[in-house]
């Protein structure tokens, strides 16, 4: 079991910059695949991006690709998610969430932390 907190959301003028972080504790971490999801208001949670345990491999969404980055620090059990270039789309609720395969799909993601929210402005 992987027990996940989100941190660093908040408000943001479009075209800004927010890092979320995501603080993990669990024997298992470190073999586990991890994702970040999000989920706009009124809408279903959709997926973000993913990254391999050993941080080698890492997928994206169409809509984030080139503008997030998702990283991770297995000696100090952090995820993280570089978001550059926000736009108002990108508002939602942030999730980070372990699973033990490489998949986009929510269903099999089976530790998800609380989320935290991220706001963009015009």
């Known amino acids: 079991q992987v027990q996940l907190v989100e941190s660093g959301g908040g408000l943001v003028q479009a075209g800004g910059s927010l890092r979320l972080s995501c603080a993990a504790s669990?024997?298992?971490?470190?073999?586990?695949?991890m994702g970040w999801f999000r989920q706009p208001p009124g809408k279903v949670r959709e997926f973000v991006a993913r990254i391999s345990w050993t941080g080698a491999g890492t997928y994206y969404a169409d809509s984030v690709k080139g503008r997030f980055t998702i990283s991770r620090d297995n000696a100090k059990n952090m995820v993280y998610l570089q978001m550059n270039s926000l736009n108002l789309e990108d508002t939602a609720v942030y999730y980070c969430a372990a699973t033990g395969m490489p998949t986009v799909l929510a269903s099999r993601y089976s530790n998800w932390g609380q989320g935290t929210q991220v706001t963009v402005s015009s």
């Open positions: 669990g024997r298992t971490f470190s073999s586990s695949y």
